[in-house]
């Protein structure tokens, strides 16, 4: 099924070993796994970076993947460790809400504790869970081991408090700035299927407001947007973006993560 | 053959969710594909950088690998996708000019226009080809699906105006700056066998003329060069360069990619 | 036994074509090998930070892998290419010290000077014997090549001279900054096991003292080593760090690495 692909998510940089021994501790129980690098220069302790980047590429793997997640801000307290499984995917997280965005937008079929011991690397350093538990409950569950085998449902796990978006008017929605990548386009937590649910698949935005300003122009992709301060289009993850033609939207805009957005579109 | 080595090239970076996706879509077409990360840090948009970083590296690899190069500043618009083949190995890029140092050294088979929509993931997203056409058409090659398949073959494919070397007088060649690398050596386009070719095998550079300033140490490695402002040697992918001991040539000279270089040589 | 897995370490960085060309030269060799990147981003030419980043990874691995390490100031020079077998692990590196820290802990069965020609890529470029040489042998071992036919067995290996533990009173250790990490964490060379060794398994740290400076609190994770200026721990690698929370403890103690650590215990 999954023939034991991986994926791994950090926050731990590539100037310093972490990397290297997590995907060790990970062949060291299946030494069959093929780990596949997502990201590990999510910035330090940042839960909905990692969210949103996890939320970009999870989806893209084929069933059967085991999606390895550690930024951890809370290694050696009592946050728990988690194994969420889901129809297709599953995962290996700290509790912490960094799987916020996956629980959003996927029927979750089994949320585990991790707590079976005989599963993880001796002794447990109290800095270093991603390579003494998450590492190797990953290679486990690549090999097949069973997620309920790890620990006991629960249901209580941790979720970022993320505003809906709203229907604050006739056609017009609200939402918040999700990301600013690193061009400076800003995702905002609208999405196209936002819309569709709400006021047919033919709507189009008018305009959007972001920090006191208007953007009125709305275009396909990026270089259609010249002659114009900003324009939205509709990012490849499918959330609507504010963006500039080669310049950092979110500096012109002025424009920071958590921002009130707010969009009007006609049928 | 290729036993699904893909090597993987772009100006992603490693902090956005891009590159991970990539992955996912190439691995959802093949799950067995082995992607092997060349560079992500090639500069946004930057052709001749990434065509000289595939240039030191594609030639490596096993017979059989394919080669997904994404950099790709007209997304979106007009400019097709290509599957390129040569005698031992096939690239998928886009139609930019991003392999044209390619073109200068292989023999080249057969250039295919990307065209067939069945091998697309659908809907493709106008911003992000690289996941939704590139990624998934190099998984199918990987699994021995024939270039013919994807689309009509075609001659007019984009190539980057690049001088050649030229002879100006007799033992005289000149060329341009390639590359400026990480260290500041200044890679030239003249290379060892432009020597060997015009002027036998044991012609050795007698001087290197650039930006009105001239090189007259030549060595074999870095570490011989101390004691002048700058030397030139031949670097490992078969160029000559000019470097300074400890420090950046480019800055020392005041060089900037593009510049002419003239090179007398005596045999 | 080993599946193929090899890790590579170097000071390459990632914008330039060296890492994907060491990658083709391992898979021209053995193209079933699995390459996993431990770090690419060891500033240049530091040995010590290759040997501590090494060092906090490649136990963890399965028996057999190969470790590929390349930081190779010297290259182009008379300094030797080394095979180093241990009981579960086969090193490949240049003769600079780069290993040092291996030696230090591991049982060494064999090493070995890489000269056996036929196993390099030809021509052998002097600035680049990442790509011609070891990358070539790391494919070869991964084969199940043996040791022995690369080359002779020496014993007069380099090793860097980095000063032992000693204990210099009653219960008081002297050791060195090893490390300092990206977080600014201060990784001494003091090790949990020197201490049980010499004082008995319960031993605890009553204080450090480092550039002038006392740290009297220990704790066991970062997030308890609120209040102080700076504390002590047990790091993932089994070294004492000195840390403060949320901030350097490096700028904070302006420490730099290789500056005498003391540290007094009581049973």
Redesign the interface.
Known sequence: M??G?I?F?SDF?????????V???V??VN??A?????????P?HDLLGAA???????????PG?VHLIIVD?????KRRGLLVATEKYLFVAPDNGVLSLVYQREDIRQVVSIEAEHYFRQPV????HG?DIFGPVAGYLSRGIEASKFGPPITDYVKLTLPDVKEVGAGVLEGFVLHV???GNIITSIREEDIAAKMGQGARPRKFVINDQEITKHV?????GDAVKAFS?????GFFEIASLKKSAARVLEVKRGMKVTAEFQA
């Open positions: 999954s023939r692909v994926t998510t940089g590539t100037k310093e070993y972490y990397v290297g021994a995907k060790g501790s062949l060291s030494p069959d093929r780990i596949v690098d997502l990201s590990h220069d999510i330090s949103f980047t996890v939320l970009g590429s999870y989806g893209l793997y084929p993947t801000p809370g290694v050696g307290s350093a109290p800095t270093f390579r990548d690193k061009f396909s992709y990026y270089s259609e289009l509709i990012g490849s993850s």
